[in-house]
């Protein structure tokens, strides 16, 4: 285990303790999960798998689903590693990657995998950060991970090992938003892209930082986050995105 790749395990152990003791934290990520949840279509056949799942706390709004990461963790149930998933040929209904894709090194490489287990009517939810001239400095200065704003984003359709640890904050915005490479993502369909204000997250501390205001504060800022969500590009922080296999909508198509 290289030193990056252990890191995030201790980063794990501090972001549980973190999730025991704010409220705040615990009441604004419920708001996130229900964003999420609402993507989920339980009409789909297959399992529920969240790649990623740090420690866990998505089951509080999707029970069924998977909890997997690099490690293996009690509260997890499955160690696995994102570009190799331990899943038959579309066994799974969804895929759910909450601030995890802007950890692939090679994005197309999980999405090869990702079209390989899901239906051919899956789905993939991306929860990530998004890059606004309002977020772009909070992002840059005050969070560990790199924005890598106008660096190269690899195109391989595979990733060798070792893997390194990889950050770039700003890929589901250059690629999904702002559209950097043309015709991404090869294979599949966006059917939902939605960047929204998000303020009371970013004054929230996170999970590593004092909050900068009391919880009896926190439906205010939601309120002003979502009159302020119609400029996204302005003021927008978090995105939430939905593909699924091109395949799925050729046959809707054909159907008629």
């Known amino acids: 285990m290289s030193v990056p790749l252990a890191q995030?395990?201790?980063?794990?152990?501090?972001?549980?303790?973190?999730?025991?003791?704010?409220?705040?934290?615990?009441?604004?990520?419920?708001?996130?999960?229900?964003?999420?949840?609402?993507l989920i279509d339980p009409a789909i056949p297959g399992r529920i798998v969240e790649i990623g799942s740090g420690i866990g706390n998505l089951k509080s709004h999707l029970p069924h689903a998977l909890a997997t990461d690099l490690f293996p963790n009690p509260w997890l149930d499955l160690a696995c590693d994102g570009y190799e998933l331990p899943f038959r040929d579309g066994s799974?209904?969804?895929?759910?990657?909450?601030?995890?894709?802007?950890?692939?090194?090679?994005?197309?490489?999980?999405?090869?995998?990702?079209?390989?287990?899901?239906?051919?009517?899956?789905?993939?939810?991306?929860?990530?950060?998004?890059i606004s001239y309002g977020s772009y400095l909070v992002f840059r200065l005050f969070h560990h991970e790199r924005v890598a704003w106008g660096e190269p984003i690899n195109a391989a359709v595979s990733l060798a090992r070792p893997r390194a640890y990889y950050a770039a904050q700003g890929n589901a915005t250059r690629l999904v938003f702002r559209k950097e490479i043309p015709g991404w993502p090869e294979g599949w369909t966006v059917f939902h892209a939605e960047a929204f204000s998000c303020f009371h997250y970013l004054l929230s501390g996170g999970f590593s930082k004092p909050a900068l205001f009391p919880a009896s504060w926190l439906e205010g800022f939601r309120r002003a986050d979502a009159r302020l969500s119609r400029w996204p590009q302005w003021f927008g922080a978090r995105c939430l995105v939905g593909l699924r296999p091109a395949q799925f909508e050729n046959a809707r198509a054909a159907r008629g």
């Open 8 to 38: 995030h395990q201790v980063e794990i152990e501090r972001n549980l303790q973190a999730w025991r003791t704010r409220s705040l934290l615990r009441e604004i990520y419920s708001g996130f999960y229900k964003r999420i949840a609402g």
């Open 92 to 130: 799974l209904s969804h895929l759910v990657l909450f601030d995890v894709f802007h950890h692939l090194g090679a994005p197309n490489a999980f999405l090869a995998e990702a079209q390989r287990v899901l239906t051919s009517s899956g789905r993939l939810i991306l929860f990530e950060p998004y």
